[in-house]
């Protein structure tokens, strides 16, 4: 490969490396006010008691939640948008890594806003602090 092409695949490679980063721009750090729209799903019971991202266990009954870029320890109001239920959640670990999908809940967490059996809901993400 001459130096001209070398030049041109490593800039390439750079460009699709900085389009995967985050580009969210947040003032200041605060995520109040942030919101999003998609689809939640839960965690399967065979989470239970695995560590997450944060370093917490995951428990069922806690309402927590995984997102991708929120912080650690952010509470998100989700609402379901078929029927208006809605739950606040801790952000404690990362995912979804499902296209469309934004948001995982714990196991109780999604029950107080859906149906188990359903599996995905549409939803609005709003965090709150």
Not at 42 to 51: G, S
Request: glycine share 8%; hydrophobic share 35%.
């Amino acid at each position: 490969m001459n130096t001209r092409a070398r030049q041109l695949a490593i800039t390439l490679s750079l460009l699709a490396l900085a389009a995967c980063s985050s580009t969210t721009t947040i003032e200041n750090g605060n995520w109040a006010g942030f919101t999003e729209t998609g689809k939640a799903s839960y965690y399967a019971d065979k989470y239970q008691n695995r560590k997450t991202a944060s370093g917490e266990a995951y428990k069922h009954e806690h309402p927590t939640g995984a997102h991708r870029r929120l912080p650690f320890g952010s509470r998100v109001r989700v609402t379901n948008t078929d029927n208006g239920k809605s739950v606040v959640v801790k952000i404690n670990d990362r995912g979804p890594f499902v296209k469309g999908r934004i948001i995982d809940l714990s196991k109780s967490a999604f029950s107080q806003i859906g149906n188990l059996s359903a599996g995905i809901v549409d939803v609005d993400i709003e965090v709150l602090r």
